[in-house]
């Protein structure tokens, strides 16, 4: 018994040439899912808001360095050569620091005071 085929050669052949003579090709079309269309629409949309996120992020690190830059620029004094126009005005937070700075500052007072005492004798 011959075997019964759904479509015969003949058709086969036909459907090939009828495809290679037609401008669309019937391999180059797609027919896109509900599915596949939101995955893709999914894509773009993450796509864009990291886009999106990577400019703010770019933007905010440009914004930090104008403002390191305007603060360098504000340190600068001139008449030293230096950037030492900051130094001293932020406060101290560290409690060794302001320890030592108070150990400092009053350590000795009276060779101090009597050092002035005698400059200002020697003036007058």
């Given at each position: 018994m011959p075997a019964v085929y759904a479509i015969d050669l003949i058709a086969k052949r036909d459907k090939k040439i009828?495809?290679?003579?037609?401008?669309?090709?019937g391999w180059n079309v797609h027919y896109q899912t509900l599915e596949?269309?939101?995955e893709?629409?999914?894509?773009k949309k993450r796509k864009e808001e990291e886009e999106?996120?990577?400019?703010?992020?770019?933007?905010?690190e440009q914004s930090d360095?104008?403002?390191?830059?305007?603060h360098r620029r504000?340190?600068?004094?001139?008449?030293?050569?230096s950037y030492s126009g900051n130094y001293g005005q932020k406060p101290v937070r560290d409690e060794d620091q302001k320890q030592q700075i108070h150990a400092i500052l009053n350590e000795k007072?009276?060779?101090?005071?009597?050092a002035m005492q005698t400059l200002q004798a020697q003036d007058s």
């Open positions: 009828k495809m290679d003579r037609s401008i669309i090709k596949e269309v939101e893709a629409a999914r894509a999106a996120r990577k400019a703010k992020q770019h933007q905010d360095a104008d403002d390191d830059e305007e504000e340190a600068y004094n001139a008449k030293t050569g007072p009276e060779p101090f005071e009597y």
